[in-house]
Nanobody
Framework: VQLVESGGGLVQPGGSLRLSCAAS????????MSWYHQAPGKERELVAAITSVGGTTTYADSVKGRFTISRDNLKNTVYLQMSSLKPEDTAVYYC?????????WGQGTQVTVSS
């Protein structure tokens, strides 16, 4: 049972990236999925979330209108499309799956926004 993130990297301010989170060993469609980020010296924060039923999405105020979370249950994958990136978006981005009391974390992928 694991989540594997990919798609991070170095991007200039104003640029875009798409992060992917592939699930293995479990059925992602049964889980509420989220993306978190953690900058150096700061706590891990929720960026975006999508429910298992209905696909309702929520976003941190800092990313509203710039980031979009989506899920492809056939591919067992969740995505985070990030646009208009800012230096303050620099962080390690983690994928999270949650169902009732059970939660799974990915290993994280680094996103660096810098000119």
């Amino acid at each position: 049972v694991q989540l594997v993130e990919s798609g991070g990297g170095l991007v200039q301010p104003g640029g875009s990236l798409r992060l992917s989170c592939a699930a293995s060993g479990f059925t992602l469609s049964r889980y509420d999925m989220s993306w978190y980020h953690q900058a150096p010296g700061k706590e891990r924060e929720l960026v975006a979330a999508i429910t298992s039923v209905g696909g309702t999405t929520t976003y941190a105020d800092s990313v509203k209108g710039r980031f979009t979370i989506s899920r492809d249950n056939l591919k067992n994958t969740v995505y985070l499309q990030m646009s208009s990136l800012k230096p303050e978006d620099t962080a390690v981005y983690y994928c999270n799956a949650k169902r009732n009391w059970y939660t799974i974390w990915g290993q994280g992928t680094q996103v660096t926004v810098s000119s």
